[in-house]
């Protein structure tokens, strides 16, 4: 099982990013995707999950409004659109293969950094 997240990096308050997290090794029809972050000295916490199943979409406070969750099943990648960025949005971002609903994750890819300063 491999999760490869990309996308981070410097950004300015109110920009955009894309992360992309690659999936390889396992059916991915039978899982969710998650995104998480975690800021320094910070606890990491959920921000979107996208089930491979059927599409559902969750999306956690940080989120809301703001960034989408998306899937490309021919690449097996799940995407995160971050739009408006914010200052506090920081952190390094993961991917996660799990169950959304359950909110259980068994591997974890290695983290992209997203720096929002201006």
């Given amino acids: 099982v491999q999760l490869q997240a990309s996308g981070g990096g410097l950004v300015q308050p109110g920009g955009s990013l894309r992360l992309s997290c690659a999936a390889s090794g396992f059916s991915l029809d039978v899982y969710g995707i998650g995104w998480f972050r975690q800021a320094p000295g910070k606890e990491r916490e959920a921000v979107s999950c996208i089930s491979l199943t059927d599409g559902s979409t969750y999306y956690d406070e940080p989120a809301k409004g703001r960034f989408t969750i998306s899937r490309d099943n021919t690449k097996n ?11 506090e949005d920081t952190a390094v971002y993961y991917c996660a293969r799990g169950s959304c609903l359950m909110e259980a994750y068994d591997y974890w890819g290695q983290g992209t950094q997203v720096t929002v300063s201006s």
């Fill in 77 to 87: 990648t799940i995407y995160l659109q971050l739009n408006n960025l914010q200052l």
